[in-house]
């Protein structure tokens, strides 16, 4: 991901629309995604517009393991304007596990 920036905000101070920008060798793409939040079922949910060129949607739910730690079970689908094999060799096979990679090292860098 080279960039995200916030669009929009709910009340709470979340974010509601973010535009993401991501760049790969000879190309980039660019999309929003609208976020969902239930709280009280500690789920977190997000998707790109009905029709989009580019298709990201997915959810993160936490279950509490402790006062310090917790479970994440992440569902991540894409459907990028791209080949099946190109997906497979950028994200080694399981986009899913890319991201929550990247999420993990940015908890480690800022958290």
Known sequence: MQSARVLSRDAAGRA??????AA?????LGYVVRY????????????TAAGSAIRVDGEARFAALSPR??????RLGLELPV?????ETHYDG???SA???????????FG
């Open 36 to 47: 969902a939040y239930r709280p009280e079922d500690l789920v977190v949910r997000w998707s």
């Open 94 to 96: 399981h986009a899913a």
């Open 99 to 109: 991201v929550v990679g990247d999420f993990r090292e940015h908890l480690r860098r």
């Open 16 to 21: 509601l629309e973010v535009a993401f920008r």
């Open 69 to 74: 730690a917790c479970l994440m079970t992440y």
């Open 83 to 87: 080949s099946r094999a190109w997906i």
């Open 24 to 28: 790969f060798d000879r190309a980039s």
